[in-house]
């Protein structure tokens, strides 16, 4: 019965990484006349001294530093404003989801647009109104301390009903017994909330950052359509590099390198995840 399954996942993602990690160890590069060779661990050496592989990682780490409690934050906040038995809650719940079904290539074109330069430019002009005409209009893509702030806001905005769907399903698997019970013992909301809902919704917050943590370091889409990785190496990922040097400079060893490195950074970052929330239950 788990034929199918393990099939796909052998010639999806096992042979896949099988084959960038042997391509790794090479100097392949399309195009080049020159003959494979075996170079060991020099493509690793190369990428770990390239400042833009490290400036990627960097804004890897930001970017899921900032992301990750963000998002989840808010979506537990959406979550627990949706799960009420009001007419009409079906629709707040779609409209707040809908992002999410969107492609991410064109949320990314429309927020370019809304992160426009100048007066005229949507987010420019918001933020004109809500200063009362003291904000200067900038230019959120080119600029370098704006550029990855913008991407972090669209990421929350377009991933965050992902999360709340989630939470919202575990909300509603709560025993509404044990909100009676807190309210007979004269228990308020706030207490409810502390000492029921959050101990109830551990595993499904753990669920959500740790799906979070790892799209947070896959980020590329947006990336790619509205930076390119700029100005400079402000927005660039650990993706964006792989990708650069896989097809656009046709190094296909860097990129394997790099794409090899990526994935086992990811988990070890995702077992230290589970680690720790492990030696919480342990400690509890």
Do not use: C
Not at 70 to 87: D, S, V
Not at 94 to 101: A, E, K, S
Not at 149 to 172: K, T
């Amino acid at each position: 019965m788990a034929a199918p399954a393990l099939t796909g996942l052998f010639l999806f993602v096992v042979l896949p990484f099988a084959l960038a990690l042997v391509l790794s160890f090479t100097n392949l590069r399309l195009g080049s006349p020159l003959p494979i060779q075996f170079w060991g661990f020099e493509q690793y050496r190369r990428i770990w001294l390239d400042p833009s592989f490290r400036q990627a990682l960097l804004n890897n780490a930001l970017f899921a530093l900032v992301v990750v409690p963000i998002q989840t934050t808010l979506a537990l906040g959406l979550a627990l404003l949706l799960n009420r038995p009001l007419k009409g809650m079906a629709v707040f719940r779609t409209l707040f989801f809908m992002p999410v079904v969107f492609p991410m290539a064109l949320v990314s074109v429309i927020w370019t647009i809304i992160y426009a330069p100048g007066a005229d430019g949507m987010m420019n002009a918001f933020l004109k109104f809500m200063t009362l005409g003291f904000w200067q209009p900038r230019d959120f893509l080119h600029d370098p301390a704006l550029a990855l702030p913008a991407l972090m806001l669209l990421s929350i905005w377009q991933g965050v009903g992902f999360q709340m769907v989630i939470v919202l399903a575990g909300l509603q698997s709560i025993p509404i017994s044990l909100y009676e019970a807190a309210r007979v013992d004269g228990s308020d909301r706030w207490n409810q909330f502390r000492y029921i809902t959050l101990p109830q919704l551990r595993n499904t917050l753990i669920f959500v950052v740790l799906v979070t943590t790892i799209l947070s370091f896959r980020l590329f889409d947006s990336v790619r359509i509205m930076t390119n990785g700029g100005p400079g190496d402000a927005t660039t990922t650990v993706m964006n590099e792989a990708i650069k040097a896989a097809f656009d400079q046709q190094k296909m060893a860097k990129g394997s390198a790099i794409t090899v490195t990526f994935f086992l950074i990811v988990l070890v970052i995702t077992l230290l995840q589970r680690l720790l929330v492990q030696e919480e239950r342990t400690i509890e």
